[in-house]
């Protein structure tokens, strides 16, 4: 069978903030597969440990040593049993003993190479000829909290999602356009701008959160009279790194305002009516699985989002839908580890109306993955950053997907 597994390699690679990272090749009988793990700065208490104790290199003395010798002759189409040995391997719930963030290349790397010994795509491999829907991208364009350094907004994310857009290209591209368009603005509010930016490639200006808000929605508002379509504003707010459980209130530092849950969840609907927001991931910290019901059950039309609320695991997730915590899921694969627990998570959100989500992290490898995911998976969303060299190899790759399907090729619905 073409599909037998001969090798397993791993190796350290760095991701785009220089961290180290594991790498992991398959070779078949007649394919290869390769994959890396992102990281991030803003983790969920609840994730997958992403290393063993000893880091990146004894992780890959843990795929050569334990997980090598027990793939070597499996065929790379047991996508399942693989991952369900990786879990055996460890031996713990959250991968404390291999890592989340080897599972993860292990898991994607074993499908890539089940995908080329098919010489198939691997959005096609995973999701099957039906597999013809492009996502949204949702785009990262200024930012702050913890993925940037000094003065910045307290709020971590202001986003771009361009619902009106008729093609990947054009979305893509009306992104881009929105990120350039807010350079020009920024110059004009902070008279410190230098042009940084943080570890998605979003713009980092010394301004508030409020006047943050106020120059996306205009560049989004001129960018959609240009292009033609509508390109709404979205906000991660990434409330558990502002949450300080000590004094229960969320501290934006460099706003100098402390708020309590209940004026947290006022605020988050202000921001929502006045800025007509479209998606909001992160209102409230990871625990508070009340507020986010109560907030989705005030707003109609805006996604309500949880990234470390769920981190992409099917029982938390379940505890969301039982009690209508959020209408949207992030689905960051090293959150969870394996691809077939992904895969389950994406599957219940889609049966229980949450919108998947496929993310990137902030600190990426050049990989493009995810791209297939979101395709393969059937998510109407990806979250991917803007710009820079690790954020349009997804995008890019998109591109090529889109242009692969050719005349099948359609946008996802994507119903707020
Ligand atoms: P990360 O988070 O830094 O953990 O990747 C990004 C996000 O909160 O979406
Ligand atoms: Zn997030």
Redesign the pocket.
Known sequence: MSTIIEDVKARKIFNSRGEATIEVEITTSEGFGIASA?S????GKAEAVAYPPGGVDEAIKKVEELIAPELIGMSAEEQEEIDSLLHELDGTKNFMNIGGNTAYAVSLAVADAAANSYNMPLFQYLGGYLACHLPYPLGNVLGGG??ALGKVPDI??FLVLPVGAPTFISAAEANIKVHRRLRDLLIKVDPYFTGGRG?EGAWAPNISNEKALEVVSKACEEVSSEVGFECRVGL?I?SSSLWDPEKQRYIYANEGVERDPGEQMEYVLDLIRRYRLVYV??PFHEDDFESFSELTSKVRGCLICG??LFVTNEERLSTGISKGSGNAI?I?VNQVGTLTDAWKTVKLAKESGYIPVV?H???ETTAFHIAHLAVGFGCPII?TGVLGGERLAKINELIYIEELLGEKAKMARLRI
């Open positions: 992102p991030g700065a803003s983790k913890k993925h971590q994310e570890d991660d990434a991931e992160d990234d470390d992030i960051k993310s992290r902030s600190g979250k």
